[in-house]
C-alpha cells in the first residue's frame, strides 16, 4: 500500500439505496442466475450510493428465490470478514462508510461561519474521517458550537465530504469533547470568542494548572440545570502571554499535528545526500535562492541569462521525492499534515526538520539533489521551450528580497557572483511580466500583515508586509515553472494534482457588482467576465481613500482555489492549465507533481505509484481542506498578536473604514495596521436601524443617519482581547471627520439579515 490512505468513498444518500444504473451495475453478470462472487458484491456495495439490504442485491444480480440462502451465507462471510458492514437493522454497506444517521462532534467552521462536524466512531487507521457540512440550524435555534455532539443525517456529497442535518442534540452535547481555554480562578475560559461560557474546575481536578495556563480540559457530567459547567482539566499546554503561546493556542484550536511520530523523524534522520551518478551535474550554474528574512528553509533556486533575442530560465527545485518515499512513514505523517502552517514565531512544517532545514533545503555551497526545469522565452515572453530533470546543484547564495532590490535600485551585484547577475534576473522577469500582463490576470492589492516579535515573542509592530519587485519576480519564475509541469505532465499523460481556480459564482459576482455600483463602478456581465476586468476595477481606485476595502471586496468575489486531478484551468492567473510544482517541503500537492514527472521522465524508481494515482481524487480534497485550515490558524494567530498589540492602547482613537455592515453591528478596520473589530449595534446612537438588501448599508429610520461599507469613520477601542483575539471598537460622534453617518433622503428599505460571507 503506498502513501497515507484516505478513507473509502462513503455512501450518497440516506435510507435504502436505489440500485446502481445499468452501466454501472454491469448487467447480465453472470447470466442473471449466478451467485456473485465475492468481489463483484465488494464491488457493488462500494458503487451502491447507500446501504442496500437483500432484495436490492438480489434484484440486481438476477438471483431466484432459491439462491436467497447462498446469498445470506455470503454476505455473513463478508461481514465476518470485516468486507461488508452491517447498516440499519438488515441492509448493508461497504465498510468504513458512515450510517445514514450517526453521532457527529462539530471540530469548527468554514469561512461562511458554518459548522464542520467529525463523525465520534471512526477508526484511525482508515486515514483521517470525512468531513460533514452540517445545514444551518432552523430559524430560532441556536448555532452549532465547536465541541457540540449531535445525532445527525447524513447525505453523501462525493469524495470524503457529506452534508448533515441535525435530527438531534444529544443531551448534555453543549459540552464540548474537549475544551481549549486559560485556567483562572477555579474556571476556564474558552480562547474561542464563539463560546460564550465558562467552565468550573474544582481543585481535585485541575491537575496541577496555575492561573494564567493555557489548558485542555474535558468536561464532567452536570447536575445542575444552570450555572459554570464543570470540567477536570487533563493538560496544561502553557501560559497566556508567554513567547509561543498565540500560535500554541491556534495549533489545538485548529486540530494542526505538531508532533512527528518517532518512526517518521527516525526516517527523516537517517538520510543522506546524493551524489551525481543518474543526475545532470548543476553545480557549474550559479543558482541563487532569494527568500524572505525570517525564511528558515530554501526549496527553489533561480537563475537566468540572455540568449538570443530571449531568455534562457533555470528553476531548480529540492528533491523532495528522494527522500520522501511512497508508503513511508514520512509520506504517511506529509499527507496528513498536507502543507506547512506558519505563524509569527514558529513554523509547524509538513516534514521534520532534518530534511526542511537540512537535506531538502538549498543551502548555499552545499550539494543538494533537485529537479530542475528548463525554460526559454522569446523577447516578449512567449515560452518556446522547456525540459525537466533530475540534477545535483550547489546554491552560489543565498538572497532575501530585500538585498536582491537593493542591488537592482544600485545596479550592483552580491559578492561572490559575476557582474550584471542581479540585472539578467530582472531582464528576465520583465520579458514574463510583459506576457503576464498581455495575458490579463487579476493582480490584487491586499497588504498582509506581519507581526515583528522581539526576543522575548512580545509583538513590536504590525506592519504592512513589504511587496517590491523581487518578490514579483520569483512569483513569475514559479508561475512559469508550474505551468510547464502541467504541461509536461498531459504530455507525458500521466496524472496531475491541478492547482485550479474556477470563475467567481453568480451570487458572488452579483454581490459585487452591486457594492461597486454604489460606489459608481460597473462590472462586465458574468458571462464576458475575465480577470482584466477586475484588474481594471482595481485600477480606477488605486489612488481612491477605498481602494484597499475595493481590493479585498474582490478578494471576496472570488471561488477559491483548490486541488483536483481534473482541470478546469486557474481563472485568477489566466492560465488554461496549472500545477503547483515548486515548493515539494511545505505543500503535499508538489511532492505528488514530482513524483508524476519521475515517473513519467522515467528519473528513478521513486515515481507515483498506481493506487497513489488512483487516489487523487480524494488527496485532492483532503489537501484543499488542510491548506484551507492552515490559512484559518495563520490568519487567527495575527489577530490575536494584533489584539495583543492593541491591548495597551485601550481608549486611544483610530482613523478606520467601515469594513462590514451587519444586523448586530458593524466591523471596522484600522487603516495603519489592518486590526479589525465590532462595533455593537447598542453603541449606536438609539433607532431603528435597517440593513439594506445587498447588506451594504444601515439607516436609521428616525435620524436617518446611514452607514455604509467603505465609509471613512474615526472609531475609539473600547477592548481587546488577545485570549480570543477580538475587539470592540465605539463610533466617534460628532468629530466631523466622517464618524457621523451621513444622512440619506428617506427610502422604504427593509429589515433583513447580514449577507452571507463567501
Known amino acids: 500500500m503506498s502513501g497515507a490512505p484516505p478513507p473509502n468513498p462513503p455512501p450518497q444518500k440516506r435510507g435504502r439505496a436505489k440500485a446502481p444504473s445499468p452501466a454501472l451495475a454491469g448487467e447480465g453478470r453472470g447470466g442473471g442466475n449466478r451467485l456473485p462472487s465475492r468481489e463483484e458484491l465488494r464491488a457493488f456495495l462500494r458503487d451502491a450510493p447507500g446501504r442496500v439490504g437483500k432484495t436490492e442485491i438480489a434484484r440486481h444480480f438476477g438471483l431466484t428465490t432459491e439462491q436467497r440462502p447462498a446469498l445470506r451465507e455470503l454476505l455473513r462471510s463478508l461481514k465476518d470478514s470485516g468486507e461488508a458492514a452491517p447498516a440499519g437493522r438488515r441492509g448493508f454497506a461497504a465498510p468504513d462508510r458512515l450510517p445514514d444517521m450517526t453521532v457527529v462532534e462539530v471540530v469548527g467552521t468554514d469561512a461562511d461561519g458554518d459548522a464542520i462536524a467529525r463523525p465520534v466512531q471512526w477508526d484511525k487507521a482508515n486515514g483521517p474521517p470525512p468531513a460533514i457540512f452540517m445545514r444551518r440550524e432552523a430559524r430560532g435555534q441556536p448555532a452549532l458550537a465547536p465541541g457540540e455532539r449531535v445525532l445527525a443525517r447524513l447525505k453523501f456529497l462525493g469524495g470524503t465530504k457529506y452534508e448533515g442535518r441535525?435530527?438531534?442534540?444529544?443531551?448534555?452535547?453543549?459540552?464540548?469533547?474537549?475544551?481549549?481555554?486559560?485556567?483562572?480562578?477555579?474556571?476556564?475560559?474558552?480562547?474561542?470568542?464563539?463560546q460564550r461560557a465558562d467552565w468550573m474546575v474544582s481543585p481535585a481536578d485541575a491537575n496541577g494548572a496555575a492561573a494564567g495556563d493555557i489548558v485542555l480540559a474535558e468536561p464532567l457530567p452536570q447536575h445542575r440545570a444552570f450555572g459554570p459547567r464543570p470540567a477536570r482539566i487533563v493538560e496544561v499546554l502553557g501560559r497566556m502571554g508567554e513567547p509561543r503561546s498565540v500560535s500554541l493556542v491556534c495549533i489545538h484550536a485548529h486540530g494542526i499535528p505538531d508532533i512527528f511520530p518517532a518512526e517518521a523523524v527516525q526516517e527523516a534522520e537517517r538520510a543522506k545526500g546524493v551524489t551525481v551518478r543518474g543526475r545532470e551535474d548543476l553545480r557549474g550554474i550559479p543558482l541563487v535562492t532569494i527568500d524572505g528574512e525570517d525564511a528558515r528553509d530554501f526549496d527553489d533556486a533561480v537563475f537566468a541569462e540572455p540568449e538570443g533575442d530571449g531568455w534562457r530560465i533555470l528553476v531548480a527545485i529540492a528533491d523532495v521525492a528522494h527522500y520522501v518515499k511512497p508508503g513511508s512513514a514520512l509520506d504517511r505523517e506529509a499527507w496528513a499534515r498536507g502543507n506547512s502552517v506558519y505563524f509569527p514565531d514558529r513554523v509547524v512544517p509538513m516534514l521534520p526538520e532534518a530534511l526542511s532545514n537540512g537535506w531538502c533545503s538549498l543551502r548555499p555551497d552545499e550539494n543538494r539533489g533537485c529537479l530542475f526545469v528548463e525554460m526559454r522565452f522569446d523577447k516578449a515572453g512567449t515560452k518556446t521551450g522547456h525540459r525537466f530533470g533530475r540534477g545535483l546543484m550547489r546554491s552560489a547564495a543565498r538572497l532575501t528580497y530585500e538585498?536582491?532590490?537593493a542591488h537592482q535600485d544600485a545596479g550592483s551585484d552580491p559578492e561572490g557572483l559575476e557582474p550584471g547577475h542581479v540585472q539578467r534576473l530582472y531582464g528576465a522577469f520583465r520579458a514574463l511580466l510583459s506576457e503576464r500582463e498581455r495575458r490579463g490576470t487579476l493582480d490584487l492589492d491586499v497588504p498582509e500583515r506581519r507581526v515583528l516579535l522581539d526576543e522575548k515573542g512580545n509583538v513590536q509592530a504590525v506592519v504592512p508586509r513589504s511587496r517590491l519587485d523581487?518578490?514579483?519576480?520569483?512569483?513569475?519564475?514559479?508561475?512559469?515553472?508550474?505551468?510547464?509541469?502541467?504541461?509536461?505532465?498531459?504530455?507525458?499523460?500521466?496524472?496531475?494534482?491541478?492547482?485550479?481556480?474556477?470563475?467567481?459564482?453568480?451570487?458572488?459576482?452579483?454581490?459585487?457588482?452591486?457594492?461597486?455600483?454604489?460606489?459608481?463602478?460597473?462590472?462586465?456581465?458574468?458571462?464576458r467576465i475575465h480577470p482584466?476586468?477586475?484588474?481594471?476595477?482595481?485600477?480606477?481606485?488605486?489612488?481612491?481613500?477605498?481602494?484597499r476595502l475595493v481590493n479585498e471586496a474582490v478578494l471576496r468575489g472570488q471561488s477559491?482555489?483548490?486541488?483536483?486531478?481534473?482541470?478546469?484551468?486557474?481563472?485568477?492567473?489566466?492560465?488554461?492549465?496549472?500545477?503547483?510544482?515548486?515548493?515539494?517541503?511545505?505543500?503535499?500537492?508538489?511532492?505528488?507533481?514530482?513524483?508524476?514527472?519521475?515517473?513519467?521522465?522515467?528519473?528513478?524508481?521513486?515515481?507515483?505509484?498506481?493506487?497513489?494515482?488512483?487516489?487523487?481524487?480524494?488527496?485532492?480534497?483532503?489537501?484543499?481542506?488542510?491548506?484551507?485550515?492552515?490559512?484559518?490558524?495563520?490568519?487567527?494567530?495575527?489577530?490575536?498578536?494584533?489584539?495583543?498589540?492593541?491591548?495597551?492602547?485601550?481608549?486611544?482613537?483610530f482613523d478606520a473604514r467601515i469594513s462590514g455592515v451587519t444586523r448586530f453591528g458593524?466591523?471596522?478596520?484600522?487603516?495603519?495596521?489592518?486590526?479589525?473589530?465590532?462595533?455593537?449595534?447598542?453603541?449606536?446612537?438609539?433607532?431603528?436601524?435597517?440593513?439594506?438588501?445587498?447588506?451594504?448599508?444601515m439607516t436609521g429610520q428616525r435620524t436617518r443617519l446611514t452607514y455604509s461599507l467603505g465609509q471613512a469613520v474615526e472609531v475609539q477601542l473600547v477592548s481587546a482581547t488577545p485570549r480570543t483575539g477580538g475587539m470592540v471598537f465605539r463610533l466617534m460622534q460628532g468629530d466631523g471627520r466622517g464618524g457621523r453617518g451621513r444622512k440619506l433622503p428617506p427610502s422604504p428599505g427593509r429589515r433583513s439579515g447580514p449577507s452571507r460571507r463567501r
Request: charged share 30%; glycine share 8%.
Open 470 to 527: 523581487s518578490h514579483r519576480l520569483i512569483e513569475e519564475f514559479m508561475v512559469a515553472a508550474n505551468v510547464c509541469a502541467a504541461e509536461e505532465l498531459e504530455r507525458l499523460r500521466q496524472p496531475c494534482m491541478y492547482r485550479i481556480h474556477d470563475r467567481p459564482s453568480d451570487e458572488k459576482l452579483e454581490g459585487l457588482r452591486q457594492f461597486l455600483q454604489g460606489i459608481g463602478i460597473k462590472l462586465a456581465p458574468r458571462d
Open 560 to 653: 477559491q482555489a483548490a486541488y483536483s486531478p481534473d482541470n478546469i484551468g486557474h481563472f485568477g492567473l489566466a492560465l488554461a492549465r496549472y500545477a503547483h510544482f515548486t515548493s515539494p517541503i511545505r505543500r503535499y500537492a508538489d511532492l505528488l507533481v514530482h513524483r508524476a514527472l519521475v515517473s513519467g521522465l522515467k528519473l528513478g524508481r521513486d515515481g507515483l505509484p498506481e493506487e497513489d494515482a488512483a487516489r487523487f481524487p480524494d488527496t485532492g480534497e483532503h489537501i484543499t481542506q488542510t491548506e484551507r485550515r492552515a490559512a484559518m490558524a495563520e490568519r487567527d494567530a495575527v489577530d490575536r498578536y494584533l489584539a495583543a498589540w492593541m491591548s495597551d492602547r485601550v481608549g486611544d482613537m
Open 166 to 194: 441535525t435530527f438531534k442534540r444529544l443531551a448534555g452535547s453543549g459540552a464540548p469533547a474537549r475544551i481549549l481555554g486559560v485556567f483562572e480562578e477555579g474556571r476556564i475560559i474558552p480562547t474561542d470568542r464563539r
Open 403 to 405: 538585498q536582491v532590490q
Open 666 to 697: 458593524l466591523f471596522v478596520t484600522v487603516e495603519a495596521n489592518g486590526a479589525s473589530g465590532i462595533v455593537p449595534l447598542a453603541s449606536l446612537p438609539d433607532d431603528r436601524w435597517q440593513l439594506d438588501g445587498a447588506g451594504h448599508a
Open 532 to 547: 482584466r476586468d477586475f484588474s481594471q476595477v482595481l485600477e480606477i481606485v488605486k489612488d481612491r481613500p477605498e481602494a
